[in-house]
């Protein structure tokens, strides 16, 4: 997709220079190959990361050449620096090569982090996803439909309203009902707390993860009838 | 002391201050910030600035057409982002004057 914003904001450049306002044919190039080198430094990246990140760039380059006739690398360094600092601006860990990891000034930190970010992606290949943490992303709403769900049920188990359900089709409907409630009302929770600030978002996963007691509650229960 | 250092740790509030009045395309918003004095601030810390700030759900974007050249994607506050302008303008304006009284309680002069 960046790509092909890419490739327009370009042709735009080059539109630009037809019509009198300054991107010739070579400075055309110039920002491809700039683009290209950037691109190349972040190759590392979940690609709809890398894509998000790159989106504007082609446009950003354009009006940069525009206004300094300086070369691009005069500007704003050389691609692989221009992508470092993009990286830790956009807040994305920097990239770790093979090389870099025999660095013994390295905290075990670092290393940890980097055998897990590797680990992600391989495993993650093996269900078709590019990582282990996309392919939990989808995962997200049936996660947060079963908690929601399980927390109700739970809680008319533990009100006395549940056991007799098996022998009652309308405590059954009811709280069949009531769980789906709760699960919607679940995932609701589950969006509003990914648009909320970062603190909220800890304290929301901790509370998430004890609801993992409820869930395997009501599994054990349901596996036994 | 390096600039640099310090801008790292309040390009936030500085981005999301400049949207305030007005939204902008990424080259703008460091032009803005440009001739507002922060002559030291990176085209990149820039450009990554407003994608972390956009991912993070604090700016809206929209794309303007531009007959004479690349089309530009404008950034605009939304609640979240003028929220978190506010809170982080109280902290930095605090940490200022912190600084500042520190700094002429020991006798540093100005």
């Given at each position: 997709?960046?790509?092909?914003s890419g490739?327009?904001?370009v ?8 019509t009198g ?8 190039a110039e920002?491809?190959g ?11 990246l ?6 998000g ?14 206004a ?9 360094g050389a691609?692989?620096?221009?992508a ?14 093979p090389?870099?990891l ?5 905290s075990?930190?670092?290393l ?8 992600d ?28 769900g399980s ?11 549940l ?9 059954m ?6 769980a789906?409630?709760?699960g919607?009302?679940s995932?609701?929770?589950?969006r509003?707390v ?11 996963t ?20 | 002391?390096d ?8 390009l ?6 400049v ?15 440009r001739?507002a ?11 990554g600035?407003?994608r972390?700030?956009?991912s ?7 794309v303007?057409?531009?007959d ?7 950034y605009?506050?939304?609640?979240t ?6 809170r ?16 002429t309680e020991?006798?540093v002069?100005?």
């Amino acid at each position: 997709m960046s790509t092909v914003s890419g490739t327009n904001a370009v042709t735009g450049a080059s539109t630009g220079s037809e019509t009198g306002t300054g991107t010739t044919a070579s400075r055309t190039a110039e920002i491809a190959g700039y683009l290209g080198g950037v691109r190349a430094a972040l190759a590392d990246l979940d690609p709809a990361v890398r894509d998000g990140l790159l989106e504007d760039l082609p446009e950003h380059l354009v009006e940069v050449a525009a206004a300094d006739a300086s070369p691009l690398q005069a500007r704003l360094g050389a691609p692989a620096t221009f992508a470092a600092e993009l990286r830790s601006a956009a807040g994305l860990a920097p990239t770790l090569s093979p090389a870099k990891l025999r660095d013994p000034s390295l905290s075990s930190a670092d290393l940890a982090r980097a055998f897990l970010q590797r680990a992600d992606r391989s495993l993650g290949r093996t269900t078709g996803y590019e990582s282990v943490r996309e392919f939990l992303v989808v995962l997200q709403p049936t996660w947060w439909l079963l908690r929601g769900g399980s927390l109700v049920l739970s809680f008319l188990a533990g009100s006395g309203y549940l056991p007799e359900w098996e022998h009652n089709g309308g405590r059954m409907i009811g709280s069949l009902f009531l769980a789906l409630v709760g699960g919607l009302v679940s995932v609701r929770l589950g969006r509003a707390v990914q648009a909320s600030t970062a603190g909220t978002r800890v304290v929301s996963t901790i509370i998430s993860a004890f609801c993992i007691i409820p869930v395997v509650y009501v599994l054990s229960q349901f596996l036994r009838v | 002391m390096d600039a640099t250092q310090l801008l790292k740790g309040v390009l936030d509030v500085a981005v999301l201050a400049v949207l305030n009045t007005e939204d902008g395309y990424g080259y703008d918003v460091l032009r803005r910030l440009r001739s507002a004095g922060l002559d030291d601030v990176g085209d990149a810390s820039v450009y990554g600035t407003l994608r972390r700030l956009y991912s993070a759900g604090a700016l809206t974007t929209y794309v303007v057409p531009s007959d004479e050249g690349p089309h530009r994607k404008y950034y605009a506050l939304n609640n979240t982002g003028r929220d978190q302008l506010a809170r982080s303008a109280k902290v930095w304006r605090s940490f200022a004057s912190t600084m500042d009284v520190l700094l002429t309680e020991q006798g540093v002069p100005a």
